[in-house]
């Protein structure tokens, strides 16, 4: 139901960023006629949204021109968990973790998808940078996932 979701918002999203221009040319015959056009769409990122709160397996999403090669690049840094007696908190940090690179071509509508990666935190919380490149240029968005751990007793 969620994919469902998710890949309708991502169609009802390319609708509204669709524009159609249209202009007259004067074709070799002498006769006039209307031509349309799609302006080729510049790189984005549809999903996650800047500064939303993610956890687990997730698709990443976007647009860039039909064909393109897209290199996505998601890096993250966290807080380690401390122990102090019973209590967990937040410890030594920010530290690096993830750091890769996926290599995706858009497909014919100039739709690019990572199918999966997970995305939740290490430790105590965690911040993630995705970044898309193309054709050079550049976009990226930041994500969390600060969602505390607890002890169970």
């Not at 401390?82 to 996926?102: M, V």
């Amino acid at each position: 139901m969620m994919n469902i979701l998710m890949i309708l918002g991502c169609f009802i999203l390319s609708i509204n960023n669709i524009t159609i221009a249209e202009e007259y040319v004067q074709p070799v015959n002498g006769t006039s006629a209307i031509q349309t056009s799609r302006p080729a769409p510049g790189l984005s990122i549809i999903y996650p949204n800047h500064n939303q709160k993610v956890r687990g397996e997730i698709k990443i999403y976007g647009k860039a021109r039909p064909g393109a090669f897209v290199k996505l690049q998601v890096s993250s840094t966290y807080f380690k968990k401390a122990y102090k007696g019973e209590k967990i908190s937040k410890g030594e940090g920010p530290l690096k973790r993830l750091n890769r690179t996926f290599s995706i071509t858009t497909d014919r509508n100039g739709t690019w998808i990572l199918k999966e990666i997970n995305l939740t935190n290490a430790g105590w919380e965690e911040n993630f940078t995705i970044k898309a490149t193309s054709e050079g240029k550049a976009v990226s968005v930041n994500v969390y996932d600060h969602t505390k751990p607890v002890n169970i007793d």
